[in-house]
């Protein structure tokens, strides 16, 4: 199926019955039909082939659901990898491979040996993409740990953990009232007394929780809220939101914000090298 698209361009469509190889991926026989996508910085180029971008679908889609992102960062990190090439040890391979069964589930021999033949991945093929993923988390680390302090340290706030007290309602007026109501009573008091003197429209739902996060993880509104603020309401995933700060503490460069520190700084030189580089998808 062909459909126009309309801010230019066509739209190529197709099914089958059959689970197998797509219809492109199976007639890509000739060398320039086979890349879904180059990129290049200055001199360097990368190709990402179209076995590679099926490979991607099947480790990360159910995880990462913007594949076409994750295909460009992983040129952007083989481009690096071309230039510095890690030294990989045995007992490095080995523990790798040992974190990359576990965090598949295969805890056995016979479930790995399972799985590799379900992905079609022969032994040789497995260490090379335990060994490719070993070597993209150190050039990971190289570009992170030089800037993790530096960025925690301008970027303090956002990473100060706060609990909160929050009420997602499924009615939107009755969200709106509740957060008058919140402002004098404090928010539980308010959902008791909402609970206690109103009987819920046929089909509102109402879900109060408390919860932990960092405050780069929460939800716009409440990220810069002070203490006792109450905030909202706010529309979330379709549902009403309404919420107070319980509690703000000092932000810590401990594990856990380590490694959301660390995320933010490799998704930033992602993006600081995607904007430099000429990305060019080979659309069959």
Request: hydrophobic content about 45%; proline content about 5%; some cysteine.
């Given at each position: 199926m062909?459909i126009?698209?309309?801010?230019?361009?066509i739209?190529a469509?197709s099914?089958?019955?059959?689970?197998s190889d797509?219809w492109?991926?199976d007639h890509a026989q000739?060398?320039?039909?086979?890349y879904?996508?180059?990129?290049?910085?200055?001199?360097?180029?990368?190709?990402?082939?179209?076995?590679h971008?099926?490979a991607a679908?099947h480790?990360?889609?159910?995880?990462?659901?913007d594949?076409?992102?994750?295909?460009?960062?992983g040129?952007?990190l083989?481009?690096?990898?071309?230039?510095?090439?890690?030294?990989?040890?045995?007992?490095?391979?080995?523990?790798?491979a040992?974190?990359?069964?576990?965090?598949?589930?295969?805890?056995?021999?016979?479930?790995?040996?399972?799985?590799?033949?379900?992905?079609?991945?022969?032994p040789?093929?497995?260490?090379?993409?335990?060994?490719?993923e070993?070597?993209v988390?150190?050039?990971?680390?190289?570009?992170?740990?030089?800037?993790?302090e530096?960025?925690?340290?301008?970027?303090?706030?956002?990473?100060?953990p706060?609990?909160?007290?929050?009420?997602?309602?499924?009615?939107a007026r009755?969200?709106?009232?509740?957060?008058?109501?919140?402002?004098e009573?404090?928010?539980?008091g308010a959902v008791n007394?909402?609970?206690?003197?109103?009987?819920?429209?046929a089909?509102?739902?109402?879900?109060?929780?408390i919860a932990d996060a960092?405050?780069c993880?929460?939800p716009?509104?409440?990220?810069?809220?002070?203490?006792?603020?109450?905030?909202?309401?706010f529309?979330?995933?379709?549902?009403?939101v309404?919420?107070?700060?319980?509690?703000r503490?000092?932000?810590?460069?401990?594990?856990?914000?380590?490694a959301?520190?660390?995320a933010?700084?490799?998704?930033?030189?992602?993006d600081?090298r995607?904007a430099q580089?000429?990305?060019?998808?080979?659309?069959i």
């Amino acid at each position: 199926m062909l459909i126009d698209d309309p801010k230019g361009g066509i739209v190529a469509v197709s099914w089958r019955a059959e689970e197998s190889d797509p219809w492109a991926l199976d007639h890509a026989q000739h060398w320039a039909a086979n890349y879904v996508l180059s990129v290049g910085v200055g001199e360097d180029r990368h190709f990402v082939t179209n076995q590679h971008a099926l490979a991607a679908l099947h480790f990360t889609a159910d995880r990462n659901p913007d594949v076409m992102r994750e295909l460009v960062d992983g040129a952007m990190l083989a481009l690096e990898l071309q230039r510095d090439r890690p030294v990989l040890l045995p007992e490095e391979i080995q523990r790798a491979a040992d974190d990359f069964r576990r965090v598949l589930g295969l805890r056995t021999a016979e479930a790995t040996h399972r799985w590799m033949e379900q992905m079609q991945i022969t032994p040789r093929r497995f260490r090379f993409i335990v060994s490719d993923e070993l070597m993209v988390a150190k050039v990971k680390e190289r570009i992170v740990a030089p800037e993790v302090e530096r960025y925690f340290a301008e970027h303090r706030p956002a990473f100060e953990p706060v609990r909160y007290l929050r009420v997602t309602m499924s009615d939107a007026r009755m969200a709106g009232e509740l957060g008058l109501n919140a402002a004098e009573q404090g928010l539980l008091g308010a959902v008791n007394a909402r609970l206690a003197t109103t009987v819920a429209a046929a089909g509102s739902t109402l879900r109060v929780e408390i919860a932990d996060a960092r405050a780069c993880e929460l939800p716009p509104p409440i990220r810069g809220a002070a203490l006792g603020a109450i905030v909202g309401p706010f529309e979330e995933n379709g549902a009403s939101v309404v919420a107070e700060v319980l509690a703000r503490s000092p932000a810590v460069l401990d594990s856990r914000t380590r490694a959301l520190v660390s995320a933010r700084v490799l998704r930033e030189w992602l993006d600081r090298r995607a904007a430099q580089a000429t990305i060019r998808w080979h659309w069959i």
